[in-house]
């Protein structure tokens, strides 16, 4: 990777690199975007271009670009820079018994077992992760020019680690930088973004990401990519994450399926279709983690792993039902999301007229409401078949 | 692929129904939000005549092509394709240019706007829908809206435009709103050259309010904040002596877009209870973020009534989060003051609350049945049915509550708990009656302890500082440190005064050694000087008390005599609360026989 | 790639010290694990976290195939233990697992590739000074229990290493009390440093520092790291980044109360006061008039307690309230027979030290009297 590799976001990688150009890097940045954006690999990349051994005496902004080759470079991209530390929200999953201890053979003193942690819904950062961050924060640095420590979803941060945080911030150290990201900035101590740098990261326009898309994937159909792109709302990120599952590719092809089906469906098919949509949650989860993980966060917390990935599901669905509304509309097909089922949309146009599009969009949006208030999913949606058919 | 696509007719007619320019504030708060939606840092608004003769948004924001602006101009574009219900676009993209051909309709519009990558700005110039001009100029990176004579072409709307006065304030009102919804974007709002409001974009929502209400009546809003898996309540709200006739400053942000919502307004004034002279409202500025992907798809962006898919919760957790923020500054009591002894349905619905100016189930002690329920001694037994009954305190205040449970409290005196033994030198196990306690004798001797103490005024022990810390203090945190410089000093906290602005702390409480005593000074220090709360000082007494009672107490795993364990047992009942150790956590469990009964299936 | 022959015992000792390396909360999976590398008739064993602590041994043994491979800290030691006595031989190969295989056991551990691992940094241009491992123990045992366990100020839970010419002062302070152990070099060094070293790795190295070795201890300070190198093993750490607190404006004097007072008679009665004082914040009182020292600890719950001793005094009386388990912790570092206090005021610091050593002080501040 590097500066050059990353889609979209030219104006503020021209900001960070002047800021390396010049030296003035500042104590804190907080990169603020979408989610799947690129904030994350931006921060990497700059952590990189700080440190790079090979990118010593740069003269202009274009310079600024890590080697990837040198040992730096190399260790910041696998994470074993001693550093470099990213920091992410995460939840732990499975039943932990607090009273189960058992001997570390290592040390020979109790040891609580080894917790598990995985990001999904409800993912915090822990006061844990913080003390550990300021402690380590607190050592002279080993081999960088700038250390640097990456807390991603920051606002994740719950009070006590927000405070715990703010007290390394407000005592700063020259040679270290840290790297906030996140997607609701104002969920922030208004403390910590005041002791930040504020880099706003923007959705890419469609465009740049399917140039992007096209030339890094030949062997992805234009029209896949076309599709995946306007589904994914300029979250670049979670496109190329979608592109390299082609589980996921699948998932959407069964989706848009059910919704042929379903515009012709009895009773029936309805009921097949919610228990349809719920397996598409479970199999969207696990092809979209990592998957030994994925498999026990499914085991342990399987009622919240399936709301997380329905709402990815609806998503898909609304893509359908807005090209339908889009072509029952005078538009013509040029905006058209599933490019690569025209002809269906085509064919089943007529059958949906605005209003109905417009309902069925309303009926994904409340399930999306549902989903976070603890409605029972199947129930949910098998209801939500049934209010799409057309009758 | 251009950003912007012509939009289905279905949206255009109600665009063109007149929906989004109503007055001259429409016009404000689409400009705004578009810049919002640009990505800007900073906005700034200029008006002139209440908005009637001027309304000039500038932000930094993305900008727009030569191309997207021509679209952006023309009728029915938009750079969502689709509906307003559309789910994704909500998340990113927002509604640019949905409202610029309808006010072009309207009014005269001018639009320069450019992009980070471009050299130099297009600008557009609209007449009654139609575009008159397009050149080339310079002009910074951003997104520049001039909105002249709103309505010159239309004299019938234009009749229906209120006082210069009038129409201003609701543009300010707007201005205002936005900025509270955005407090990291730097907003200046000018009128007729004068500027009425400027917010920084750095110090969050609370140098916002001191930028609308003034720094003086900025510090009778208090922080509150409530958080559940998948919904985050936070914001200020004022303190009584902060009211308003009406409930227009009451203002609500759902996942940062503001919202009107009569539901939350009235959770808002029941939390407030008897604290409200009779007719006033409180100000408040609440978010409320629902779901990690800060979507909710339930807000209609051009609507601002609300609608929650579960009302009641939405409700409930508003109130509670009001509440918290108001005994946190000490302003009503949740505490453990004067608790009796009340019986809660452990599974079940909260308790039911008690007649008085309680209007709801206390969220102090809701939240406290939550943590029983899930409290793994608790599960072990008895996962899912009803077959347990916890002790949990009784609503403060409650006048007939209390009385009726401290006739139960006297019944169960009468019989006091017999001691049957101990169990992994851990808990005690007795008999009430027919029932069966579990007691943690670690939280049962602590909540003795601090009672036993609570009694008598006892000195704190004070550790003198070999390092003396040093403290940077604001000037209120220093005149609150010198006015309450006693109180202090009693606690166990001495300042020295070491220059402008800077103290040395001296000494702490010897229940603070080996603790981070920073933190908790500078809290109380914060504390004091934003709320000039006495209260602040009861409660860190209260907190060091617990503190040295848990230092004292008896430890799990300590073997007790027969003798010890009847004495503590006795001893806890003599306690206020003798159910919620001084942490909050539960120390006894009870078990009624009838619920053992049905456990061995004996009905 | 990989082969070497040892003895169990050996192997087991050699793993637990280097898995001391190993904190076991490492954000990269492949520092958990122990670094092997068989060279010639030697195994290099080294375990770090990158921050806190790295240690490095070494092991003679027959090294069949040189190479290198990491394996699980723990799950190596778990074995290594378990093996019976006698030749144990450990090889790998190019899957990355390890082989084990003593008398009747046969074991395949998943290892990493030993490219990812981290390796002790070395030190660049580094103050080095060499001492007995008993002085390092002494200096050790005597300041780093006054080093703070509050983690939100970093400094206060390391120690200074201070060198200038001869002189190295030793110094540890969690604002309560402070020790301060002054000793002399054999020689001077090249540079004068200062290194605030964090806990951990000290005190690992307490644990293998033998006062009765002859061999001495090597410490080497550069900018931004320390090694200890004792007996074929070396323990290094990351220095800790900041300032430490101006310890000599903390160091009282002029105090004008001498107190002397035998060392075990002191603990024995604080001991016992400390009972008592349990319940008020460890709070014990001294009272030194005459020829007499009392102690005396109040609690409501509990009652009171109090001791006489016998003391030598020089100046006026005196009373002054301390915490008893700080007092504990200063007699317990020490083995000399008296102690001196210095005192001035009662809400003035004191001055401890052994009657015997002008090199050992420890400042400690009072509590205040009710």
Same mark, same amino acid.
């Given at each position: @990777?590097?500066?050059?590799?990353?889609?979209?976001?030219?104006?503020?990688?021209?900001?960070?690199?002047?800021?390396?150009?010049?030296?003035?890097?500042?104590?804190?940045?907080?990169?603020?975007?979408?989610?799947?954006?690129?904030?994350?690999?931006?921060?990497?990349?700059?952590?990189?271009?700080?440190?790079?051994?090979?990118?010593?005496?740069?003269?202009?902004?274009?310079?600024?670009?890590?080697?990837?080759?040198?040992?730096?470079?190399?260790?910041?991209?696998?994470?074993?820079?001693?550093?470099?530390?990213?920091?992410?929200?995460?939840?732990?999953?499975?039943?932990?018994?607090?009273?189960?201890?058992?001997?570390?053979?290592?040390?020979?003193?109790?040891?609580?077992?080894?917790?598990?942690?995985?990001?999904? &819904?409800?993912?915090?950062?822990?006061?844990?992760?913080?003390?550990?961050?300021?402690?380590?924060?607190?050592?002279?640095?080993?081999?960088?020019?700038?250390? @640097?420590?990456?807390?991603?979803?920051?606002?994740? @941060?719950?009070?006590?680690?927000?405070?715990?945080?703010?007290?390394?911030?407000?005592?700063?150290?020259?040679?270290?930088?840290?790297?906030?990201?996140?997607?609701?900035?104002?969920?922030?101590?208004?403390?910590?973004?005041?002791?930040?740098?504020?880099?706003?990261?923007?959705?890419?326009?469609?465009?740049?990401?399917?140039?992007?898309?096209?030339?890094?994937?030949?062997?992805?159909?234009?029209?896949?990519?076309?599709?995946?792109?306007? @589904?994914?709302?300029?979250?670049?990120?979670?496109?190329?994450?979608?592109?390299?599952?082609?589980?996921?590719?699948?998932?959407?092809?069964?989706?848009?399926?059910?919704?042929?089906?379903?515009?012709?469906?009895?009773?029936? &098919?309805?009921?097949?279709?919610? &228990?349809?949509?719920?397996?598409?949650?479970?199999?969207?989860?696990?092809?979209?983690?990592?998957?030994?993980?994925?498999?026990?966060?499914?085991?342990?917390?399987?009622?919240?792993?399936?709301?997380?990935?329905?709402?990815?599901?609806?998503?898909?669905?609304?893509?359908?039902?807005?090209?339908?509304?889009?072509?029952?509309?005078?538009?013509?097909?040029?905006?058209?999301?599933?490019?690569?089922?025209?002809?269906?949309?085509?064919?089943?146009?007529?059958?949906?007229?605005?209003?109905?599009?417009?309902?069925?969009?309303?009926?994904?949006?409340?399930?999306?409401?549902?989903?976070?208030?603890?409605?029972?999913?199947?129930?949910?949606?098998?209801?939500?078949?049934?209010?799409?058919?057309?009758? | 692929?251009?950003?912007?696509?012509?939009?289905?007719?279905?949206?255009?007619?109600?665009?063109?129904?007149?929906?989004?320019?109503?007055?001259?504030?429409?016009?404000?708060?689409?400009?705004?939000?578009?810049?919002?939606?640009?990505?800007?840092?900073?906005?700034?608004?200029?008006?002139?005549?209440?908005?009637?003769?001027?309304?000039?948004?500038?932000?930094?924001?993305?900008?727009?092509?030569?191309?997207?602006?021509?679209?952006?101009?023309?009728?029915?574009?938009?750079?969502?394709? %689709?509906?307003?219900?559309?789910?994704?676009?909500?998340?990113?993209?927002?509604?640019?240019?949905?409202?610029?051909?309808?006010? =072009?309709?309207?009014?005269?519009?001018?639009?320069?706007?450019?992009?980070?990558?471009?050299?130099?700005?297009?600008?557009?110039?609209?007449?009654?829908?139609?575009?008159?001009?397009?050149?080339?100029?310079?002009?910074?990176?951003?997104?520049?809206?001039?909105?002249?004579?709103?309505?010159?072409?239309?004299?019938?709307?234009?009749?229906?435009?209120?006082?210069?006065?009038?129409?201003?304030?609701?543009?300010?009102?707007?201005?205002?709103?936005?900025?509270?919804?955005?407090?990291?974007?730097?907003?200046?709002?000018?009128?007729?050259?004068?500027?009425?409001?400027?917010?920084?974009?750095? =110090?969050?929502?609370?140098?916002?309010?001191?930028?609308?209400?003034? %720094?003086?009546?900025?510090?009778?809003?208090?922080?509150?904040?409530?958080?559940?898996?998948?919904?985050?309540?936070?914001?200020?709200?004022? %303190?009584?002596?902060?009211?308003?006739?009406?409930?227009?400053?009451?203002?609500?942000?759902?996942?940062?877009?503001?919202?009107?919502?009569?539901?939350?307004?009235?959770?808002?004034?029941?939390?407030?209870?008897?604290?409200?002279?009779?007719?006033?409202?409180?100000?408040?500025?609440?978010?409320?973020?629902?779901?990690?992907?800060?979507?909710?798809?339930?807000?209609?962006?051009?609507?601002?009534?609300?609608?929650?898919?579960?009302?009641?919760?939405?409700?409930?957790?508003?109130?509670?989060?009001?509440?918290?923020?108001?005994?946190?500054?000490?302003?009503?009591?949740?505490?453990?003051?004067?608790?009796?002894?009340?019986?809660? *349905?452990?599974?079940?619905?909260?308790?039911?609350?008690?007649? =008085?100016?309680?209007?709801?189930?206390?969220?102090?002690?809701?939240?406290?049945?939550?943590?029983?329920?899930?409290?793994?001694?608790?599960?072990?037994?008895?996962?899912?049915?009803? =077959?347990?009954?916890?002790?949990?305190?009784?609503?403060?205040?409650?006048?007939?509550?209390?009385?009726?449970?401290?006739?139960?409290?006297?019944?169960?005196?009468?019989?006091?708990?017999?001691?049957?033994?101990?169990?992994?030198?851990?808990?005690?196990?007795?008999?009430?009656?027919?029932?069966?306690?579990?007691?943690?004798?670690?939280?049962?001797?602590?909540?003795?302890?601090?009672?036993?103490?609570?009694?008598?005024?006892?000195?704190?022990?004070?550790?003198?500082?070999?390092?003396?810390?040093?403290?940077?203090?604001?000037?209120?945190?220093?005149?609150?440190?010198?006015?309450?410089?006693?109180?202090?000093?009693?606690?166990?906290?001495?300042?020295?005064?070491?220059?402008?602005?800077?103290?040395?702390?001296?000494?702490?409480?010897?229940?603070?050694?080996?603790?981070?005593?920073?933190?908790?000074?500078? *809290?109380?220090?914060?504390?004091?000087?934003?709320?000039?709360?006495?209260?602040?000082?009861?409660?860190?007494?209260?907190?060091?008390?617990?503190?040295?009672?848990?230092?004292?107490?008896?430890?799990?795993?300590?073997?007790?005599?027969?003798?010890?364990?009847?004495?503590?047992?006795?001893?806890?009942?003599?306690?206020?609360?003798?159910?919620?150790?001084?942490?909050?956590?539960?120390?006894?469990?009870?078990?009624?026989?009838?619920?053992?009964?049905?456990?061995?299936?004996?009905? | 790639?990989?082969?070497?022959?040892?003895?169990?015992?050996?192997?087991?000792?050699?793993?637990?010290?280097?898995?001391?390396?190993?904190?076991?909360?490492?954000?990269?999976?492949?520092?958990?694990?122990?670094?092997?590398?068989?060279?010639?008739?030697?195994?290099?064993?080294?375990?770090?976290?990158?921050?806190?602590?790295?240690?490095?041994?070494?092991?003679?043994?027959?090294?069949?195939?040189?190479?290198?491979?990491?394996?699980?800290?723990?799950?190596?030691?778990?074995?290594?233990?378990?093996?019976?006595?006698?030749?144990?031989?450990?090889?790998?190969?190019?899957?990355?697992?390890?082989?084990?295989?003593?008398?009747?056991?046969?074991?395949?551990?998943?290892?990493?590739?030993?490219?990812?691992?981290?390796?002790?940094?070395?030190?660049?241009?580094?103050?080095?000074?060499?001492?007995?491992?008993?002085?390092?123990?002494?200096?050790?045992?005597?300041?780093?229990?006054?080093?703070?366990?509050?983690?939100?100020?970093?400094?206060?839970?390391?120690?200074?290493?201070?060198?200038?010419?001869?002189?190295?002062?030793?110094?540890?302070?969690?604002?309560?009390?402070?020790?301060?152990?002054?000793?002399?070099?054999?020689?001077?060094?090249?540079?004068?440093?200062?290194?605030?070293?964090?806990?951990?790795?000290?005190?690992?190295?307490?644990?293998?520092?033998?006062?009765?070795?002859?061999?001495?201890?090597?410490?080497?300070?550069?900018?931004?790291?320390?090694?200890?190198?004792?007996?074929?093993?070396?323990?290094?750490?990351?220095?800790?980044?900041?300032?430490?607190?101006?310890?000599?404006?903390?160091?009282?004097?002029?105090?004008?109360?001498?107190?002397?007072?035998?060392?075990?008679?002191?603990?024995?009665?604080?001991?016992?006061?400390?009972?008592?004082?349990?319940?008020?914040?460890?709070?014990?009182?001294?009272?030194?008039?005459?020829?007499?020292?009392?102690?005396?600890?109040?609690?409501?719950?509990?009652?009171?307690?109090?001791?006489?001793?016998?003391?030598?005094?020089?100046?006026?009386?005196?009373?002054?309230?301390?915490?008893?388990?700080?007092?504990?912790?200063?007699?317990?570092?020490?083995?000399?027979?008296?102690?001196?206090?210095?005192?001035?005021?009662?809400?003035?610091?004191?001055?401890?030290?052994?009657?015997?050593?002008?090199?050992?002080?420890?400042?400690?501040?009072?509590?205040?009297?009710?």
């Amino acid at each position: @990777m590097s500066f050059a590799q990353i889609a979209g976001h030219e104006g503020t990688l021209q900001v960070l690199k002047k800021a390396v150009l010049t030296g003035r890097i500042p104590q804190a940045y907080l990169f603020v975007g979408p989610s799947n954006v690129g904030k994350t690999l931006t921060a990497v990349e700059l952590a990189k271009a700080l440190n790079c051994e090979t990118l010593t005496a740069p003269e202009t902004v274009d310079d600024i670009e890590p080697c990837d080759q040198c040992s730096s470079c190399v260790r910041i991209e696998k994470g074993i820079h001693p550093d470099f530390r990213i920091v992410q929200p995460l939840t732990r999953i499975g039943a932990i018994d607090d009273e189960e201890t058992e001997a570390d053979p290592v040390t020979g003193e109790p040891s609580k077992k080894k917790d598990e942690f995985v990001q999904m &819904e409800g993912a915090e950062i822990r006061i844990s992760q913080v003390r550990e961050l300021i402690e380590s924060a607190s050592l002279m640095t080993n081999q960088a020019r700038r250390r @640097m420590y990456i807390i991603t979803g920051a606002e994740t @941060m719950n009070i006590a680690a927000a405070n715990a945080f703010l007290k390394t911030l407000e005592e700063p150290s020259a040679a270290t930088t840290f790297v906030l990201t996140t997607a609701s900035p104002n969920d922030l101590l208004p403390t910590i973004v005041s002791r930040c740098q504020v880099v706003n990261f923007h959705p890419v326009p469609a465009a740049v990401a399917r140039d992007f898309l096209v030339s890094r994937y030949p062997e992805v159909s234009a029209e896949q990519i076309q599709s995946i792109v306007a @589904m994914s709302s300029g979250r670049i990120g979670w496109a190329i994450k979608l592109l390299q599952q082609p589980d996921v590719l699948q998932i959407r092809s069964d989706l848009l399926d059910l919704c042929v089906r379903l515009a012709a469906a009895d009773w029936v &098919e309805c009921l097949r279709g919610g &228990e349809l949509l719920v397996d598409a949650a479970e199999r969207w989860w696990l092809a979209t983690n990592e998957e030994e993980i994925a498999e026990k966060a499914l085991k342990a917390s399987r009622d919240r792993v399936l709301r997380t990935s329905m709402g990815d599901i609806l998503d898909i669905l609304a893509t359908w039902f807005r090209d339908l509304l889009l072509l029952s509309s005078d538009a013509g097909a040029d905006g058209l999301i599933n490019m690569d089922r025209a002809e269906q949309l085509r064919d089943l146009a007529g059958r949906y007229d605005a209003k109905k599009c417009e309902a069925a969009c309303e009926h994904l949006q409340r399930m999306h409401a549902q989903l976070g208030q603890n409605a029972n999913l199947r129930l949910a949606a098998e209801n939500l078949a049934l209010r799409l058919i057309v009758t | 692929m251009s950003n912007i696509q012509v939009l289905p007719e279905s949206v255009a007619n109600r665009i063109a129904a007149g929906e989004v320019v109503e007055r001259p504030a429409s016009v404000v708060k689409e400009l705004i939000e578009n810049a919002i939606d640009a990505g800007a840092s900073r906005i700034e608004i200029q008006l002139a005549a209440g908005g009637k003769e001027l309304i000039r948004v500038i932000d930094d924001g993305s900008g727009m092509s030569a191309e997207d602006l021509r679209l952006a101009v023309q009728r029915f574009a938009t750079s969502k394709i %689709s509906a307003a219900e559309d789910l994704d676009s909500i998340v990113t993209m927002g509604f640019r240019g949905e409202a610029l051909p309808s006010i =072009g309709a309207v009014a005269q519009l001018q639009i320069s706007t450019r992009q980070q990558d471009s050299a130099e700005a297009h600008r557009i110039t609209v007449r009654g829908g139609e575009v008159a001009g397009e050149e080339t100029v310079a002009a910074p990176v951003g997104t520049d809206v001039e909105v002249t004579h709103l309505f010159y072409n239309t004299p019938a709307r234009e009749k229906f435009l209120a006082t210069t006065a009038t129409e201003r304030g609701h543009c300010i009102e707007w201005c205002q709103r936005l900025a509270l919804g955005r407090p990291d974007i730097a907003f200046k709002v000018l009128h007729d050259n004068q500027t009425v409001l400027t917010t920084a974009g750095q =110090g969050g929502l609370q140098a916002v309010i001191a930028a609308i209400h003034g %720094s003086n009546d900025a510090r009778l809003f208090l922080p509150m904040r409530l958080e559940t898996e998948d919904i985050t309540i936070s914001g200020f709200i004022s %303190s009584p002596r902060l009211t308003r006739a009406n409930r227009r400053a009451q203002l609500f942000f759902v996942n940062n877009r503001f919202v009107r919502s009569s539901s939350l307004s009235h959770a808002v004034t029941a939390a407030y209870g008897m604290l409200l002279p009779s007719g006033r409202q409180p100000l408040c500025v609440i978010h409320i973020t629902i779901g990690p992907n800060a979507v909710d798809p339930n807000v209609h962006p051009t609507k601002i009534e609300v609608r929650f898919g579960n009302q009641g919760r939405i409700h409930g957790l508003c109130q509670q989060a009001v509440e918290a923020g108001l005994a946190e500054a000490g302003l009503r009591s949740l505490s453990t003051s004067r608790p009796g002894l009340s019986r809660t *349905d452990a599974t079940g619905a909260p308790p039911q609350p008690a007649a =008085g100016r309680w209007d709801g189930p206390l969220p102090d002690m809701s939240r406290r049945a939550v943590r029983l329920r899930v409290n793994p001694f608790v599960d072990s037994i008895d996962a899912r049915d009803d =077959g347990l009954e916890v002790f949990a305190d009784a609503p403060p205040d409650a006048a007939d509550q209390q009385e009726a449970d401290q006739s139960a409290l006297q019944a169960e005196a009468a019989q006091a708990p017999q001691v049957l033994g101990q169990l992994s030198g851990r808990y005690i196990i007795a008999q009430a009656g027919t029932d069966l306690l579990l007691i943690d004798q670690h939280r049962a001797a602590e909540r003795v302890l601090l009672h036993q103490m609570g009694d008598k005024t006892t000195p704190v022990a004070r550790q003198l500082l070999a390092v003396p810390l040093n403290l940077e203090l604001t000037p209120s945190e220093a005149a609150a440190v010198e006015d309450n410089a006693e109180s202090l000093l009693e606690l166990g906290f001495e300042f020295e005064e070491f220059g402008p602005s800077a103290y040395l702390l001296r000494s702490i409480p010897a229940a603070l050694v080996g603790r981070d005593y920073e933190t908790a000074v500078g *809290d109380l220090i914060r504390d004091l000087a934003q709320w000039q709360a006495p209260s602040s000082l009861e409660r860190a007494r209260d907190e060091l008390a617990a503190l040295v009672a848990c230092h004292g107490a008896i430890k799990a795993g300590t073997q007790l005599t027969h003798a010890e364990m009847q004495r503590l047992v006795e001893d806890l009942a003599a306690t206020d609360a003798p159910a919620v150790c001084p942490h909050g956590d539960p120390i006894i469990i009870a078990i009624t026989a009838s619920q053992l009964d049905s456990k061995f299936k004996r009905s | 790639m990989f082969s070497v022959t040892c003895e169990q015992h050996t192997l087991y000792e050699k793993v637990q010290l280097v898995s001391r390396g190993v904190s076991g909360r490492s954000t990269q999976p492949i520092q958990n694990n122990i670094f092997l590398q068989a060279a010639a008739d030697n195994l290099i064993l080294v375990a770090t976290d990158m921050e806190f602590i790295g240690v490095k041994t070494t092991m003679a043994v027959e090294a069949a195939e040189e190479g290198t491979i990491t394996v699980p800290a723990r799950i190596l030691t778990d074995l290594a233990g378990r093996l019976p006595p006698g030749p144990v031989s450990l090889a790998a190969d190019e899957s990355n697992s390890l082989k084990i295989t003593g008398k009747h056991s046969d074991f395949d551990i998943r290892g990493l590739p030993a490219d990812d691992f981290q390796q002790l940094p070395e030190l660049d241009d580094p103050t080095s000074f060499s001492m007995t491992q008993a002085d390092l123990l002494d200096i050790l045992d005597r300041t780093v229990f006054a080093t703070s366990t509050d983690e939100t100020r970093p400094i206060l839970t390391g120690t200074l290493l201070k060198i200038s010419g001869k002189k190295l002062e030793t110094v540890a302070t969690d604002t309560y009390r402070l020790a301060l152990y002054e000793s002399l070099l054999a020689s001077e060094v090249q540079r004068d440093q200062e290194a605030i070293i964090s806990r951990r790795p000290l005190v690992e190295l307490q644990r293998i520092l033998d006062p009765d070795a002859e061999e001495e201890a090597e410490i080497h300070i550069s900018q931004n790291q320390v090694e200890f190198v004792v007996g074929g093993t070396v323990i290094g750490s990351r220095l800790i980044d900041g300032q430490f607190v101006n310890y000599p404006k903390v160091i009282p004097t002029g105090g004008d109360k001498k107190i002397t007072v035998k060392c075990d008679e002191l603990a024995s009665a604080l001991d016992r006061a400390l009972v008592v004082a349990r319940q008020d914040a460890y709070r014990v009182v001294l009272r030194a008039k005459g020829e007499t020292l009392t102690v005396s600890a109040k609690s409501q719950d509990v009652g009171e307690a109090e001791e006489t001793l016998e003391i030598s005094l020089e100046g006026d009386e005196a009373e002054i309230a301390f915490n008893a388990e700080f007092m504990l912790d200063m007699l317990g570092a020490i083995d000399s027979e008296e102690l001196l206090i210095e005192l001035s005021g009662p809400l003035n610091s004191g001055l401890l030290r052994p009657a015997d050593d002008e090199n050992y002080l420890y400042v400690l501040m009072p509590m205040q009297i009710m």
